[in-house]
């Protein structure tokens, strides 16, 4: 998974730093081979040459090195400062790659409680029925009994209820965020504002008149002149 958060912070540290190019690698565990994930600029060499000067940074999933950040510059060694500007916005962008590792970890955990709560509602069926069965002879609303206690135990609990809750929060929180950022892409076309000033106008309608962003951003996309700019 290519986070889109990583090619901005690399294009930041490039600028901060001078540097003429960068690339972002995924680097497999186990072999050490690289994988070209994000680059721009001066094409970034396998190692220093002649006219170049590469500064590199491992970027790493717990103690384990997943990726790499390289930066290339023109010329000969790089300043102290500028090897401070680096490292600062390298250990930012090593955080935003563990990102990238959250969803496998989540899956990891959703798995194990999903089996350990099939276990249980397995065996709690299991003792149910068996009860029943102890004395030799069912009770004559042995049926029932055993429905009931079925559909007690395979009844929805209370994880999958948040798990969907936050699904639905979640998917509803980026299709706001993508709302917002075409509608402030409108706001600095139209008038020349910058991204930040785009996001405060929003933010301030929104306040003023009471309305979700993404109503207020809605009315923004819907404006005659937004569709013909589009």
Do not use: C
């Not at 290339?72 to 930012?92: D, K, M, Q, W």
């Not at 003023?208 to 005659?224: G, N």
Request: charged share 25%.
């Amino acid at each position: 998974m290519t986070l889109r958060s990583l090619q901005p912070l690399a294009m930041i540290a490039l600028k901060e730093a001078g540097a003429d190019g960068y690339a972002i690698y995924e680097v497999d565990p186990t072999t050490e081979v690289r994988e070209l994930k994000l680059s721009w600029g001066v094409s970034v060499p396998e190692a220093s040459q002649d006219g170049f000067t590469l500064k590199s940074f491992p970027l790493r999933a717990g103690d384990v090195v997943t990726g790499s950040l390289v930066f290339v510059f023109r010329g000969g060694a790089i300043s102290p400062a500028t090897h401070a500007v680096l490292e600062r916005l390298a250990a930012t962008i090593e955080e935003v790659w563990r990102l990238s590792l959250v969803p496998a970890a989540y899956a990891r955990a959703a798995s194990r409680i999903g089996e350990l709560e099939t276990e249980l509602a397995d065996s709690k069926i299991a003792d149910r029925a068996r009860g029943l069965l102890a004395s030799g002879v069912l009770p004559r609303d042995a049926i029932d009994t055993i429905v009931r206690h079925v559909e007690s135990v395979l009844r929805p609990g209370e994880l999958i209820t948040v798990l969907q809750q936050l699904n639905q929060d979640f998917e509803q929180e980026i299709a706001e965020r993508e709302l917002a950022n075409r509608a402030k892409a409108i706001l600095q076309r139209r008038y020349g504002m910058s991204e930040d000033q785009a996001h405060v106008h929003l933010r301030v309608i929104s306040r003023k008149s009471r309305k979700r962003l993404r109503e207020v951003a809605r009315y923004v996309l819907k404006e005659p002149s937004a569709q013909r700019g589009s």
